[in-house]
């Protein structure tokens, strides 16, 4: 499990999901995949698990994210980054 949940656990992390190179590949279930990660992920610096609030802070930005790239049309978008 990485160190940290984030969202490019999701996307365009080459080391978890190197299939995905624009974000039309992305689908519905890496991101319930992640969604699980979160909810299963346990906190080093507790060893708890993360509190709700944790969770929700990690998946506002993708929600956004998300929104904000279909409204602009961003869908072939390269995940790639440019190097």
């Known amino acids: 499990m990485p160190a940290m ?3 490019t656990c999701c996307a365009g992390c080459p080391d978890a ?3 995905i190179a ?3 590949e992305l689908t519905r279930d890496h991101v319930e995949g992640y969604l699980a990660h979160l ?3 346990i906190n080093p610096r507790n060893g708890k ?3 709700a609030r944790s969770r929700h802070v ?3 930005p993708l929600l956004q994210f ?3 790239t279909s409204q ?7 995940l790639t980054p440019r190097c």
């Open 66 to 68: 998300s929104r904000e």
């Open 39 to 41: 909810h299963d992920y």
């Open 58 to 60: 990690y998946i506002s």
């Open 5 to 7: 949940p984030s969202a």
């Open 72 to 78: 602009w049309g961003w869908g072939r978008c390269s």
């Open 17 to 19: 999901h190197p299939e």
């Open 49 to 51: 698990p993360l509190a």
């Open 22 to 24: 624009s974000l039309t």
